[in-house]
């Protein structure tokens, strides 16, 4: 397909010059043309240089592309005759307030006024407690009501609010509202001291520890002009893979016990708990944090520790397939997971759906194959795509997923690994940026396609951090799931996407 | 049937015996924090130059628990001679000073308030409320039902309502977005009630630390009587805490 879009290649920096910089019309023209022949929206934002206010746009087809305009003040809603950029232009009115005509459901993302001291697209004052504050929709008539659940949830799981729209046990539509963990990440990384980055790179969703450390360091290289040596792409990927483990492991777990089935939950909540001290043993921490800095990684896997994950994994293995068929093979299991929450694939496909998620509704894309970064390329990712779009299929995919990610431990385990530890709190302030210049790092995290975009001025300051979560493509993939589906299948749903409010709100 | 049976021996127990038997935890693990005075101011200021979350008071040679995310590049560049992490896992404080440390910590329970420990020593019930956490604390507090912890075999719960609760235990940095549901669940809990802080973001806002979105520390705006540090504190920093301080 011709395109005035250009490619670009993951995790490497461009001279922001060598980015098309098109009239907005052609910008739009173009952009609607990639997505509605099947592309995906990677990153779609706004930023302020000076005094004029752009947007940028990356977008995947079997390629990552790329462009960019001057951002008009009010501009003809995409999402009006292509959904997959809904969410992308709520941001946008929210963080720069710019207005989509015409955009079909044009509501705050994460409640925050705009960084450029603009008129809030939404009308919101946000001196007062504003969220909430919101006319959610709204069903009336004979056994029709309403249910509000949240922010604040009945079990240890973060903020949000969900208001269901139900007829009787039957919900008609399930509307999400987050933004309850907005922390203001974005426009910190600009102002925080460099030494900070990684360390708040770490906690943007500390499930993902090691997906958005990656995901920054590798950011930070292409602009720094570090590069990891061989081994410390080993042990990423070690990293990410354990990462991917444990929480599908622990989703399987719950899974499990949202459906009554009280063993598999109980086992597969201890054999979680093994796979995070493994993590522990490499670097010190459950969650991964503190593991990647820009360089490398801050700790070896030396042939002790190797011995011993290699023998922790080796016991349980067996272990863990045992549990799953266990879990999958139950007919009483099956009788409420198949079928469960279904959301089909040509609904997938307009959400955006990314990850186990996407992967459970037919959609095959998987980050680790399509654009490999660290280790990734020297392995053969079979797809694990499932037709069904149902509960059963986010379970049989990220089960598949779990032993595919043994498998690959386990050969990266078997050679000698050797790296040169980063040992400072990278980056460090001798470090000098490419100046005028822009990368886009993509990385298949546990929940999906991870993105960070940084673009850097003419001294090499950064003028806009971008981050995306998994999540912000998914969220609407539950909401969907929920359609005609009883309320009390919503805990079940909710467990088999397992989304991040915090990688979403930022 | 049989299945469920056979996993069931593959499985065993796997509960630990903690607090009768001690837990080690792995060499990497970084604990409380041990600061060795005698060393160079330079080599000092050379830590707290580097420190990601400034936790470190060069003057005073000490390291603020509250701040810090136990990352260790201090224990890296002073290669152990100024700062050195032990493998401790028991952070908690009752007072904020306390987290201020050069690596010797008050007893935690001579210095927990006696009317909890008769209120609450045999059935603690906790809310939890998660503010604008990453999710890590709060993993790591619900790993506290696994088989492994068992919290509930101490008569230590959470719950699903404030109103059942004896207290809530706060995980995050407290957003502008989560400030008013956080003082909601407060005031529905009965008094009288518990305020615990867990984690390093509801100490000190964290790595979050600058951000206008956020709250610098919960004790800005409510009394905490127990403060469990780390990012996120380890589920043995937890049970230790909530043990040594109402059992």
């Not at chain 1, 930023?47 to 501009?75: F, I, N, Q, S």
């Not at chain 1, 994994?313 to 007919?331: G, M, R, T």
């Not at chain 1, 400072?424 to 790092?441: E, L, Q």
């Not at chain 2, 809310?127 to 999710?135: D, E, F, L």
Request: glycine letters at 8%; charged letters at 25%; a neutral charge.
């Amino acid at each position: 397909m011709e395109t005035s879009f250009c490619e670009i290649i993951n995790g490497s920096a461009v001279a922001r010059e060598k980015i098309p910089h098109l009239s907005f019309d052609d910008f739009r023209k173009e952009a609607l043309k990639i997505v509605e022949s099947g592309g995906k929206v990677v990153q779609f934002f706004g930023y302020t240089e000076g005094k004029t206010d752009k947007l940028l746009a990356v977008l995947r087809t079997d390629k990552l592309l790329v462009a960019g305009c001057d951002a008009p003040e009010v501009y003809p809603s995409l999402s009006k005759q292509c959904e997959p950029f809904h969410m992308f232009e709520r941001e946008i009115a929210e963080q720069c307030g710019i207005r989509p005509e015409g955009h079909p459901w044009l509501k705050m993302v994460r409640y925050h006024p705009n960084y450029r001291g603009k008129k809030d697209v939404f009308g919101n004052d946000y001196a007062k407690e504003i969220p909430g504050n919101y006319d959610y929709y709204s069903v009336e008539g004979e056994e029709v009501h309403e249910v509000a659940v949240g922010p604040v949830h009945a079990g240890v799981i973060e903020p949000g609010h969900f208001r269901f729209n139900c007829i009787g046990e039957r919900v008609f539509h399930l509307e999400i509202q987050l933004g309850y963990q907005h922390r203001g990440i974005e426009p910190l990384l600009l102002k925080a001291e460099p030494k900070r980055l990684s360390v708040i790179a770490d906690s943007i969703a500390g499930d993902t520890t090691v997906g958005h450390g990656v995901s920054m360091s590798q950011a930070v290289e292409a602009l720094t002009g570090k590069s990891p040596d061989a081994g410390a792409r080993i042990i990423r990927v070690i990293g990410l893979e354990l990462e991917r483990i444990a929480n599908h492991i622990g989703d399987l777990g719950a899974l499990s016990g949202d459906v009554a089935f009280l063993p598999p939950a109980n086992y597969f909540g201890r054999i979680r708990g093994d796979f995070l001290n493994m993590t522990l043993l490499i670097c010190g921490n459950r969650l991964g944090k503190g593991f990647v800095r820009p360089g490398g990684v801050r700790f070896t896997i030396d042939s002790e520790i190797s011995r011993i994950l290699m023998e922790r994994i080796n016991e349980l293995e067996p272990q863990i397939e045992h549990v799953l068929d266990l879990l999958l093979l139950a007919p009483s299991v099956l009788a409420r997971f198949e079928g469960c929450g279904a959301v089909s694939n040509h609904d997938a496909e307009k959400l955006g759906l990314v990850g186990p998620a996407g992967r459970a509704c037919g959609l095959p894309y998987d980050a680790r194959r399509c654009f490999p970064t660290e280790h990734y390329g020297k392995f053969d990712f079979p797809e694990t795509a499932k037709p069904t779009g149902d509960v059963y299929a986010r379970a049989k995919v990220r089960a598949e997923e779990v032993m595919q990610s043994i498998g690959i431990i386990k050969s990266l385990l078997a050679e000698p690994i050797e790296t040169q530890c980063v040992d400072f709190a990278n980056p460090d302030r001798s470090s000098v940026w490419a100046p005028s210049s822009f990368v886009v790092t993509v990385n298949e995290a546990w929940r999906g396609e991870v993105s960070h975009c940084v673009i850097t001025d003419e001294t090499g300051k950064i003028v806009r951090y971008k981050i995306k979560d998994p999540s912000f493509h998914n969220w609407n993939g539950l909401a969907m799931s929920l359609r005609d589906t009883g309320i009390s299948d919503f805990p079940l749903n909710n467990k088999s996407f397992n989304l991040s409010y915090c990688g979403f709100d930022l | 049937m049989l299945s469920t049976l056979k996993n069931r021996l593959e499985q065993g127990c796997k509960t630990s015996k903690y607090p009768k038997e001690k837990i080690e935890l792995s060499p990497r693990y970084r604990g409380v924090p041990k600061i060795h005075k005698d060393v160079p101011a330079e080599l000092v200021a050379k830590c707290a130059d580097a420190c990601p979350q400034n936790a470190i008071d060069a003057e005073r040679k000490l390291i603020d628990m509250g701040r810090c995310v136990f990352c260790g590049t201090c224990e890296r560049i002073s290669k152990g001679r100024f700062v050195s992490f032990t493998r401790n896992f028991e952070l908690a404080v009752s007072e904020k000073d306390h987290l201020m440390t050069d690596g010797t910590l008050p007893d935690l329970a001579r210095h927990s308030r006696q009317h909890f420990k008769k209120l609450f020593g045999r059935s603690l019930q906790l809310r939890q409320v998660s503010a604008a956490g990453c999710n890590a604390c709060e993993a790591d507090l619900n790993v506290l039902a696994t088989p492994f912890f068992d919290l509930a075999r101490f008569g230590i719960n959470f719950v699903a309502s404030p109103r059942h609760a004896d207290g809530i235990v706060v995980t995050g940095p407290i957003s502008r977005n989560m400030k008013q549901a956080l003082f909601d669940t407060l005031e529905a809990v009965p008094a009288p009630k518990v305020v615990i802080a867990v984690g390093s973001c509801t100490l000190s806002g964290g790595p979050f630390s600058g951000s206008p979105e956020i709250t610098e520390g919960l004790d800005a705006l409510m009394d905490v009587d127990l403060f469990i540090p780390g990012c996120p504190p380890h589920p043995m920093t937890n049970l230790h805490a909530l043990l040594t301080f109402f059992k």
